[in-house]
Structure formats: C-alpha cells, structure tokens
Nanobody
Framework: EVQLVESGGGLAQPGGSLRLSCAASGFTFREFRESDMSWVRQAPGKGLEWISTFNHWGDTDYADSVKGRFTIHRDNAKKALYLHMNSLKTEDTAVYYC????????RGKGTQVTVSS
C-alpha cells in the first residue's frame, strides 16, 4: 500500500522560508523512480490547488502562483520529495500535500503551513 507522509510545515513570517519533505513507502525503488510526484495544497475554505510536479523524466513544473519562489526536488534513492518555499506570502497559508498525481487523488495527510506576522 502506497503511503505518503509530509513534514516540515509550521509558522513562518511573510518573506520567510520553509522546507517541506515527503517520505514515500509502499513503492519499490523502480516504481518511485518512474512516478510523477506532485505537491498540492488546500487553503482554508478552498479546494485543492496543484502547485508543482517533478516528473520521472526529471522535468519540473510550477503553478504561476508559486513560480520563482518555490522549488521542488526529489531523491529517488530515499524515495523522498521536497518543496523549498521562499519569499512566503500570507496567501501561501494552506495544508500542503504530497501526491502521486497532480489532482491529489492519492495524497498524504498533509502538513500545515501558516504564513503570518
């Protein structure tokens, strides 16, 4: 059974940075290496929003709302996915999920990120 566990959320000030991690289990190393992995988020009172994907070819893509501020990384040897978030804004406040698809159909339980002064 595939499981995704996010960590690294917390409270940050506007302009600050956070680094999120996602540990994947239930994959073989080959399955993880061949998976397209994504981050999605859900702000209070809103639906899921796709923010970034790191595909199995090594390509990355970002939503316009985070482009230039967030960077996605993956470590296939550790079956891990990361999200480096810089220049945080109050509107980045959300629960962040690691997912095996851009819609977030298979995702972890999430980690809360709150951006506030």
């Amino acid at each position: 059974e595939v499981q995704l566990v996010e960590s690294g959320g917390g409270l940050a000030q506007p302009g600050g940075s956070l680094r999120l991690s996602c540990a994947a289990s239930g994959f073989t190393f080959r399955e993880f290496r061949e998976s397209d992995m994504s981050w999605v988020r859900q702000a209070p009172g809103k639906g899921l929003e796709w923010i970034s994907t790191f595909n199995h070819w090594g390509d990355t893509d970002y939503a316009d709302s985070v482009k230039g501020r967030f960077t996605i990384h993956r470590d296939n040897a550790k079956k891990a996915l990361y999200l480096h978030m810089n220049s945080l804004k109050t509107e980045d406040t959300a629960v962040y999920y690691c997912a095996t698809d851009p819609r977030g159909d298979l995702r972890g339980k999430g980690t809360q990120v709150t951006v506030s002064s």
